[in-house]
């Protein structure tokens, strides 16, 4: 036995266009002078990731395309020698830097964490920001900075009753009978203010007769014409008022107030942060202004500009069950929608967390449309591209997930340097597809996921359920990974394997889980940020080419909520789609040249309207995106309505004068020659056909393949996974096996295979060609993904010779030096088509039958809790295996967690000499693995499907092979920290198999 520490040796339509313009056309530009070109592409996600420099190659991606972590500090409890030791440690196992996040859910006692002292924004946090900065720069990586502790975004300074503090509009309401009067207190808010809230502010009064024709089965009905105001009536806290005879009615008061939040998790500081107003001048200003005079020093300003990376926001999540308030609002509200707010706050406000009255349907509908659009306008303005601008300053750029509220997040992520979703709270691909539209539509490279949270599962994640988690989600548009996450080493008082941020969390397993050196499979990380550093840089080339915009009135994300036919047909057929709201037309990009909308990237083929899901469907259009459809088709885009398009409403409040002038323009807009209009979802795939669209990738059956297509410098590059999209629920991913035809931008590129895993760039031998249409194979596990690039000859290592196969009855075909070679697990003689006509037959000789390696010795590392909560003991064990069982069902270990080393021989009579290979299939695996034959390392290989190409590796006679498998910790957590982790289950580990060697032979097939 011994000691293994875990720690390493060493307005209105103008004023909105004026906004979005002047801010996306501003984010590159605003960077520029202070940024090399490089490093302004990898911290602002504008222009393409590079050709070479910060992104690196394919092969060796650059720093720049790497994952990152988030990575959880104590607040400023922490180290700066214990900080540059953790930079190294990411550094090297291949991130690309880190997200500095105060969070510490999981700590019980939080008078460990020494707020005062230690707090964030305090001058230990700032030496520990100093020290991870100044390690970065050293090391090639870059380190983001959270806008403040935990989330929302909040700072020290202000209290509840500052003007710069987070607010809302709280609900008082009284009935009053027919012809009765009331005299007395004006009505109270219905819920008493948060501890801390002080003051709050009477906003108005109104009476409003009730209409119970209007009511649903939640709110009450309101006769919107009846309401009368009542606010100059008030004196001394008190109203007079008789109700007219008819009806009853309801007196309404509006109280405006903070709501006392704070970050999540706290407290984190001393005094106590409270959340910023993300609707006003005043809330950002008290975040820069905390910084410029608390945390950046000089020393610190200069290293931003090296190491730096960006300025993180969290998501929107604003906690009130009132309606979130900003002092600015009714003038915000009357500017921009030309009536005034107070009259309408009825069918608008809440109370515990719901609506309460409601006015006619339609009227309802757009009331609140236009208030939540007023509040988008205020976060995006005030907030998102006030806090980018500052940012810019610093020489950071501005990441953010700007989603939580009714606002648009597809704007938002126009607006926003780097967009990001996350794997936990989205529902589904079409919420990624929403941030990646506006992205796009701006011209930016990079959307960012926070990835891998998992409820309940600290210790016992791995990575082949995160690469199966994040599938789908690259074809959905994300190119960048942060990783939930990685936690700073210790803290007085934890168990061991260390401080996790999120575990415990209320007394149990977590989420999330806590990377880095006391994961045992952290010795075989690289390998998988090498894979994910690969599916980064292809997917960060150039410009995405996606085949349909579908346009959404509102422009919610986190919702789940997908496209009729797309999400559901088009898909699984093929078809690649992504979401734009109203303002994004508005964006220079919005133009249209050869039939596609942004040319230079998306380069839609098509768009799509239909009504707006979030408002009961309804079919409305503005009068400005009337005016664009218009433009947009008589300027060549083909365009498909579905629904009633001759009923068409405005979705906010509009005069009858204007409401005509939408109704004659999409008149207008049906009658030309490139619009169809289809009232059954199951008829726009035909109308697409009507109107020539077609996609860049299609099968001809449905097939739960997914793609994403980027176009950059004369190549194409396309990510196919076999992933699950939208409404793909219930029934599990099968393998598939099928041919795909895909679509070349330019004429002359040959289709290279490119392994995420290896690095290796190889010609594609085996596909049929008709003119700038390519048909291969596409063989999938579940979750498995692969990467085609069309690129000009030479641009990748590895010669295509001039004839390639079309058609073959081997299992492969591939190009060795020029040559074209197949491969067969059985003898026999193959047929193989040739590209310059007829058919060659090629023998194989005898093949090795395949064989199952069931004896094993095992030699075991069973980890174990240490000294200290940070240091590990090791306890070995060497076990004779005469066949493969999980850990958990071998004796020696059935509650250990750690690293094994499986080695058995093979022996390989005379008959196997040049022209044979094999593969070694491991069957089940858990976790991470590597394999050597005869001591000599085999090619990384997919953790979805564990089959290892030994290739030149075996010889004739004896060979060893050696398998080494990390498991993850939680069948050690379960016995050594009961309490916490024992109710969780027992889970299967190490080498399970079958495990089976299976021959191949070669033989060249043509020469060329």
Not at 743 to 765: H, I, K, N
């Amino acid at each position: 036995m011994h000691d293994d520490s875990n720690r390493p040796e060493g307005g209105g339509v103008s004023r909105r266009s004026l906004l979005i313009a002047t801010a996306v056309a501003g984010t590159a530009a605003a960077l520029a002078p202070a940024l090399p070109a490089a490093a302004a592409e990898a911290r602002t996600g504008t222009g393409a990731a590079g050709a070479g420099g910060a992104a690196g190659s394919f092969a060796e991606p650059g720093s720049a395309v790497r994952p990152k972590f988030r990575w959880w500090w104590p607040d400023g409890l922490v180290d700066p020698d214990e900080i540059r030791r953790e930079v190294d440690q990411i550094a090297d196992a291949g991130f690309g830097g880190a997200e500095i996040a105060a969070v510490h859910h999981s700590v019980k006692d939080t008078s460990v964490l020494d707020t005062e002292h230690h707090g964030w924004g305090s001058p230990a946090w700032v030496a520990g920001v100093h020290a991870a900065l100044d390690q970065a720069r050293r090391r090639g990586v870059t380190i983001d900075l959270t806008v403040g502790p935990s989330w929302p975004a909040a700072v020290p300074g202000i209290t509840p009753d500052s003007e710069a503090a987070v607010q809302e509009l709280a609900l008082g309401a009284v009935t009053v009978a027919a012809g009765t009067a009331y005299s007395g207190p004006v009505p109270p808010p219905s819920a008493a203010p948060a501890s801390g809230v002080t003051r709050q502010r009477l906003l108005g009064v109104l009476a409003t007769r009730i209409a119970p024709e209007n009511a649903t089965r939640k709110e009450t009905g309101l006769d919107r014409a009846s309401v009368r105001d009542l606010t100059a009536q008030v004196a001394d806290g008190a109203v007079d008022w008789t109700a007219p005879a008819e009806g009853d009615w309801v007196l309404t008061a509006f109280w405006q107030r903070g709501t006392g939040q704070t970050p999540e998790g706290g407290p984190h500081t001393s005094p106590t942060a409270y959340v910023v107003d993300h609707f006003s001048p005043a809330g950002t200003a008290a975040v820069t202004g905390f910084w410029e005079r608390n945390l950046l020093t000089k020393e610190i300003r200069g290293l931003l500009k090296s190491a730096g990376g960006v300025l993180f926001e969290d998501s929107l999540e604003i906690e009130t069950k009132a309606l979130p308030w900003t002092p600015g609002l009714p003038a915000a509200f009357e500017k921009r929608n030309g009536y005034p707010l107070l009259p309408v706050l009825p069918a608008i406000a809440m109370s515990g967390g719901n609506q309460v009255y409601v006015y006619d349907a339609v009227a309802t509908r757009q009331i609140r449309h236009d208030f939540w659009d007023t509040v988008s306008d205020l976060y995006n303005t005030h907030h998102l591209t006030a806090l980018r601008d500052w940012a810019h300053a610093l020489g950071l750029g501005m990441r953010a997930q700007p989603y939580g509220l009714q606002t648009d997040a597809i704007l938002s992520a126009a607006l926003l340097d780097i967009p990001e979703g996350e794997s936990l709270g989205f529902k589904n691909l079409d919420d990624y597809r929403c941030l990646a539209g506006g992205r796009d539509m701006a011209g930016h490279t990079v959307l960012s996921c926070e990835s891998g949270a998992y409820t309940g599962s600290a210790y016992s994640t791995t990575w082949e359920k995160f690469l199966r988690t994040m599938g789908g989600a690259y074809a959905a548009g994300v190119n960048q990974t942060v990783v939930h996450g990685f936690s700073y080493a210790t803290l007085p008082g934890v168990k061991w394997p260390g401080y996790a941020a999120f575990t415990p969390y209320n007394g149990t397993v977590g989420y999330g889980e806590s990377w880095g050196p006391r994961h045992p499979t952290w010795r075989h990380v690289g390998d998988v940020s090498g894979y994910l550093s690969r599916v980064h840089h292809a997917m960060q080339r150039g410009t995405s080419r996606i085949d349909v915009a579908v346009f959404r009135q509102t422009g919610y994300t986190a919702t789940g909520i997908g496209a009729s036919w797309f999400t559901s047909t088009g898909v699984p057929l093929g078809w690649t789609h992504q979401f734009v709201s109203s303002p994004l037309l508005d964006l220079p990009s919005a133009k249209v040249r050869d039939g596609r909308l942004a040319p230079d990237g998306p380069a839609y083929r098509a768009l799509f309207v239909e009504g707006d899901f979030f408002s009961g469907s309804a079919v409305t259009l503005t009068l400005a995106d009337a005016r664009h459809l218009l433009r947009l088709t008589r300027a060549g885009l083909p365009i498909v309505l579905l629904g009633d398009w001759t009923t068409v409403t405005t979705p906010g409040v509009a005069d009858d004068s204007r409401l005509q002038q939408v109704r004659t323009l999409v008149a207008e807009l049906l009658t030309q020659p490139r619009v169809r209009q289809v009232t059954d979802k199951a008829a726009v795939g035909q109308a697409l056909a009507d109107l020539a669209v077609v996609p860049d990738v299609s099968h001809a059956v449905p097939s739960t393949l997914l793609t994403m297509h980027r176009f950059d410098e004369g190549s194409d590059w396309f990510y196919l996974v076999n992933g699950k999209h939208a409404e793909t629920v219930k029934p599990p991913v099968a393998a598939i096996d099928h041919a795909v035809t895909v679509r070349r931008t330019r004429s002359g590129a040959v289709p290279y295979l490119l392994d995420p895993w290896t690095g290796e760039a190889r010609p594609l031998a085996l596909y049929e060609q008709d003119g700038d249409l390519f048909t291969f194979r596409v063989a999938l596990q579940p979750s498995e993904s692969m990467v085609v690039a069309f690129a000009p000859p030479g641009r990748f290592h590895g010669r295509p010779g001039r004839t390639h196969a079309v058609t073959t009855d081997a299992d492969d075909v591939r190009f060795d030096d020029g040559r074209l070679v197949l491969r067969a697990r059985a003898a026999g003689t193959y047929t193989t088509g040739l590209s310059r006509g007829g058919s060659v037959g090629t023998v194989v000789r005898e093949v090795p039958a395949p064989r199952e390696l069931t004896s094993w010795t095992l030699d075991a590392e069973d980890w174990r809790p240490g000294a200290d909560p940070d240091r590990t003991t090791v306890v070995r064990h060497r076990i004779a295996l005469d066949a493969l069982a999980p850990w958990n069902a071998i004796p020696d270990l059935t509650d250990a967690a750690g690293i094994g080393r499986y080695r058995t021989t093979v022996e390989l009579d005379g008959s196997w000499s040049g022209g044979f290979g094999a593969v070694l299939d491991l069957g089940e695996v858990t976790d991470t693995f590597r394999v050597s034959v005869n001591g000599r390392p085999a090619p990384v290989t997919s953790h979805i499907d564990p089959v290892v190409d030994l290739g030149g590796l075996l010889r004739r006679g004896t060979n060893t092979i050696e398998v080494e498998v990390a498991t993850p910790l939680i069948n050690r957590l379960r016995v050594s920290d009961p309490s916490v982790y024992g109710g969780a289950a027992s889970q299967r580990t190490g080498l399970v198999g079958p495990v089976r060697l299976v021959p191949y032979g070669e033989a060249v097939v043509d020469r060329d």
